[in-house]
């Protein structure tokens, strides 16, 4: 996907897809951690749960709206201030390299089968977050208080994936290693919503980097990521 | 939807709904046009060709992401700048007054049956724009080059919406009557994704009343429209 | 200062500097004009009138806010939407290319001998606009009434300044032409503070060539320059 | 200056201002300290050396461009997102409630004499962050080399205001309780300008009140306070 020769392949192998919420006794026993990009972060973390229960169907579709900093620090005229502010645009419609992740990952945990994603990903004038939208049809009539109660129970133990009680935004977790959870049944059109919101700088990159390595050396999780969100 | 009561419902039988590249010919004979949302337009434009030709299924997903000017000029914490700014966050999810549009309009062109919507606004920190990714089931294979056809033939004498070659941005129709549209299909997943980007103040409001007005009156219709998008 | 040779010296000579309100006669008969710099057109249109009726000391200092446009539109990380989103900073400390037109020009319409202006640019987060607050000690105690007849008196025929009667903002001349032009008196510190907003894409670069070339070719001066700014 | 009246009279007599840098034996000694603005603490950190060592002439400008949650959270349209991205206004230019203080506290370090202050602010498109530029006529010809010598020694053993090297920027103490002063000597013009930045919801509010305590009760100055800026 990356259309570069892997330089040691030998270690594919060992390396661990580092997704902690996910595959938390795989980081601690590893001494290698391949860490998630911050879409399928926000992605996965979203659909995780009605996967692994088999609620919908497993064709999943995933909008995300990202910051800009997700695109790196490169000299570029497409990421230049006047280009972006005051604009809206989406990137990667015939295929973006987190695609993969995606659907592996999903499938992993999955119920109903090999999950297939649509994702699209958008840049909107903002330094940081990802807000992911993510849709997918119903299979077994579940209600709004069947599916919190699901996710709430996937997520109980976990210090970063609160399941919040309100639409989430991407500022409340501005600097912090949180990703925010906001599941919705649409029941008229048989359809279960799921929005994530994260610091795709933290959550979506060094922050689960910390974390995972946090559990690969037997400290406490959140060493070092005891961070409130910044706000405004 | 609105929950008021009309004051003069003896006029709703008269009024004319006023996407003017749907309804041409009623909106010339009418004396009564109701605009319509800003929302629809650049959802029921996206979508309007592949439901009158029936290649997806009836059941369409709008994810849209619509700059502040949207919501009015209203005194509100909720729309002020530090509020908005560096942040993105959805709205509306318990269902949106520009629903049943959507609705009413992509079932009066379907080939297809009743058209049903899931319909995600998100605010994004800019001023004006609308941007909607739009999601629906390919049912018969329809390739991209047909679907390019299609979109091309259906917009083929229309002014205000260009079928354009390459994703569009809000930028790109910032204070102009113009209304980008852009199909993609997703052949691996049997998706078909289409973009739409418009000004929510020109094409979504006062331009969308000018060029039904224009209609109405036997003028051009392009008369005070004719407005090269500002860039940057 | 360009700190390049001019591939053309010989027509130096016979280029006349483009400010239209101030060198109207000279344009009306030259072939070559050189367009005046976006920041110099801000900050004399602004002290021009206060120089030239000699109210003022000829120390001036001129802090302008600049949009990223101003720039251009290079591929410069320093340019890109993270560095500069949520940012003001200075620049030019050391000296400004557009220093040298700023003494030329005050000191060619000034009744108070060389003007020495200090000009410090500042990079805000908006893509476009120029706001310059200018500053200069007054020397015969002018009062508000007195100095507000003279620079509308100065400013009387002309199409494109107008000396506005509230502090103005960059969001009132986007896409126009215009120069809003506000001065105040601040009799208490005995300073004349006089505030300047332009479109730098417009009037600070090709509006003004556009309004030259009328100038020169005998055209109506205004023609094809009649934009309403765009707000918001 | 804020047309109130004071509701415990008998307290003002007893209360410090607490710009700490200025005043710590104070607000060591007292129980009621007096947080001070946001604007006062940038202009006055960056002209408090030069008006101590008596290096310039009393009358002094401060031109200082300030993010929108300065203004607080109040719900008006003027702080509206449409009303305020892509614009840049100054406002208070008939007088700040913040002038006094600046007058106040520069005039208690002075060796000239009473300090008179411009003060003019401005509004920039950003959620936080003021950047102070500050002008005064040099009196005795200092040098690039002295002044930051001078300007080094003053604040040497102050945790929070660096001397920086090279122009500061807001984003540079985003989230900090940091001040950065940039004295810059312009020869030329025998002007001093002196820029600084800082987070006015840290350094000019909260942190400021944090650092005050900390020194009434004994606690280590920089408790609670070693935030590093976030960036970007």
Known sequence: VYKVTHPYPEYLEEAVYGLTE???????????????????????????????????????????????????????????????????????LNGHRHLPEFDQELTAVSSIGPVKTVFVPHLVPMTRGILSTCYARLTNGATQAQVDEMYREFYRDEPFVPVVPVAPSTKQTWGSNECHVFPVVNQKAGMLVVISALDNLVKGAAGAGVQNMNVMFGLEETAGLELVPVYP
């Open 22 to 92: 996910l595959h938390r006794p795989e980081v601690r026993k590893t001494r290698l951690v391949a860490n998630p990009g911050c879409f399928p972060t926000g992605g996965v973390l979203a659909l995780a749960p009605a996967v692994r229960e088999g609620i919908i169907e497993p064709y999943v579709i995933v909008d995300a709206k990202t910051g800009i900093s997700g695109a790196g620090r490169s000299a570029d005229v497409k990421y230049s201030f006047s280009e972006l502010n005051d604009n809206a645009s989406p990137y990667g």
